[in-house]
């Protein structure tokens, strides 16, 4: 299949162990956030979305994490497998508004 | 149920020809999103459609165009193809135009302009 990054930042870990995916985004005024996960040849599939008004929540196996004194949000996939090599993008939204702004994403790699 | 469907997967054309790329929404969304993914990066905004008009536009030329039909579905049009249009052109639907709710995509449409 095609590859959807050639040069995107890479996080290589160990099947079995932690990822944390991090995310910085542009706008201060946005207020939806999601992780999109999106594997070659696919078009991206959602994980977990937050609103402004939360600072963590929590999925299986996946937990976002949002700092909006500086604008960062992460993404935490517990217990990692194979199946989840990917490359992971944050997505901001503002109410109101109809369109998503995508982060410049990170492939994850998950090492046997 | 069906998700949000693209036509073709993969289209290959020439310098200054036309294009149409078709989109499905789920059932029962009524806004349509366009954005396109160039090789390593995120997705580009380029249009949404609500209710067969258009409620967003992003910073692309007027050689991209698009419309809603009455049974949501979209097209994608883009004229007088350059080299760098060549990109994976996304579809998304959601329920409403600014829901802050999330956008499911298609698996998108493969364009190579030779």
């Known amino acids: 299949g095609e590859s959807v990054g050639l040069h995107l930042p890479t996080l290589s870990v160990q099947e079995g162990d932690n990822s944390i995916i991090n995310c910085a985004y542009s706008n201060s005024a946005s207020d939806y956030f999601i992780w999109y996960k999106q594997e070659s040849g696919k078009g991206p599939q959602f994980i977990i979305d937050?609103?402004?008004?939360?600072d963590k929540r929590q999925g299986q196996r996946v937990t976002v994490l949002l700092n909006k004194t500086v604008k960062h949000l992460s993404l935490q996939i517990a217990a990692t497998q194979p199946g989840d090599s990917a490359v992971y993008f944050c997505a901001e939204k503002k109410s109101g508004t109809y369109k998503y702004i995508f982060g410049t994403g990170t492939r994850l790699k998950v090492l046997a | 149920d069906a998700g949000v469907t693209q036509s073709p997967t993969h289209l290959i054309k020439t310098r200054g020809q036309h294009v149409t790329l078709r989109c499905s929404p789920i059932?029962?969304?009524?806004?349509v999103s366009w954005y396109q993914q160039v090789l390593g990066q995120g997705p580009q905004f380029i249009f949404q459609?609500?209710?067969?008009?258009?409620?967003g536009r992003g910073n692309f030329p007027d050689r991209f165009s698009a419309r809603q039909f009455p049974n949501y579905s979209s097209e994608l049009n883009v004229n007088a193809l350059l080299l760098g249009d060549s990109a994976l052109y996304l579809c998304?639907?959601?329920?409403?135009?600014?829901?802050?709710?999330?956008?499911?995509f298609g698996q998108g449409t493969r364009l190579t302009v030779v």
């Open positions: 459609y609500y209710e067969k008009e258009e409620r």
């Open positions: 059932s029962g969304h009524k806004s």
């Open positions: 937050i609103r402004s008004n939360m």
């Open positions: 998304a639907s959601s329920p409403g135009p600014t829901a802050n709710t999330e956008a499911f």
